[in-house]
Nanobody, 120 residues
Framework: QVQLVESGGGLVQPGGSLRLSCAAS????????MGWYRQTPGKERERVAR????????NHADSVKGRFTISRDNVKNMVYLQMNSLKPEDTAMYYC?????????????WGQGTQVTVSS
């Protein structure tokens, strides 16, 4: 079955970096646009970045543009989010998911997420 397992989160000081990883299984990664999302309690889930099937096209939310970079490795069935210059407002649970299309919605297959906390 479809599984998405996120990892790489943790506690980091403002200005620090983290690299999140998403291990995908149960489907062909190259068949899907993939995205990273984040959510904090009481707020709606926000899409942080998306990447087209073969990694040529990417899109990042304005709030993370220039600091975060999404990438993928279809051979290893992995999706990554490199996060630099982290800010306290980046604190959230981060999830990866597959999208129905470039402009589509995420699937119902949410993993457990990985917590990112930015604090001094």
């Amino acid at each position: 079955q479809v599984q998405l397992v996120e990892s790489g989160g943790g506690l980091v000081q403002p200005g620090g970096s983290l690299r999140l990883s998403c291990a995908a299984s149960g489907f062909k990664l190259k068949d899907y646009v993939m995205g990273w999302y984040r959510q904090t309690p009481g707020k709606e889930r926000e899409r942080v970045a998306r990447i087209e099937n073969f990694g040529v096209g990417t899109n990042h939310a304005d709030s993370v543009k220039g600091r975060f970079t999404i990438s993928r490795d279809n051979v290893k069935n992995m999706v990554y989010l490199q996060m630099n210059s982290l800010k306290p407002e980046d604190t959230a649970m981060y999830y990866c998911n597959r999208l129905t299309s470039w402009t589509g919605e995420p699937s119902d297959y949410w993993g457990q997420g990985t917590q990112v906390t930015v604090s001094s």
